[in-house]
């Protein structure tokens, strides 16, 4: 059975960190693009970045890019966002996904 299971979401305050970890089972991770998403309060899901399987993270949202990157473990079946000089409007639930499959997501609040 697929599972992606999203964790290391936090109560943080502006200019903070945080890695967020997505470990994934039942499928061949070290052959899939891992994506990270968004969904910010009153708002539809928006693409974060993703992995490929070489291992290169793209991080697609503007105003994360300069600040945010991804990384993967294959060995440990995980993939990861790091977030620095997190900001309020990073607040949201964070959810990793490949093909039809998605987490749970794991919930980043931002303020003081």
């Known amino acids: 059975q697929v599972q992606l299971v999203e964790s290391g979401g936090a109560l943080v305050q502006p200019g903070g960190s945080l890695r967020l970890s997505c470990a994934g089972r039942?499928?061949?991770?070290?052959?899939?693009?891992i994506n990270w998403y968004i969904q910010a309060p009153g708002k539809g899901r928006e693409v974060v970045g993703w992995i490929v399987p070489d291992e290169v993270g793209v991080l697609w949202h503007k105003a994360m890019r300069d600040r945010f990157s991804i990384s993967r473990d294959n060995s440990n079946y995980t993939a990861y966002l790091e977030m620095n000089n997190l900001k309020p409007e990073d607040s949201g639930i964070y959810y990793c996904?490949?093909?039809?499959?998605w987490g749970r997501g794991t919930q980043v609040v931002v303020s003081t």
């Open positions: 996904n490949f093909a039809e499959y």
């Open positions: 039942g499928f061949d991770f070290h052959r899939v693009r």
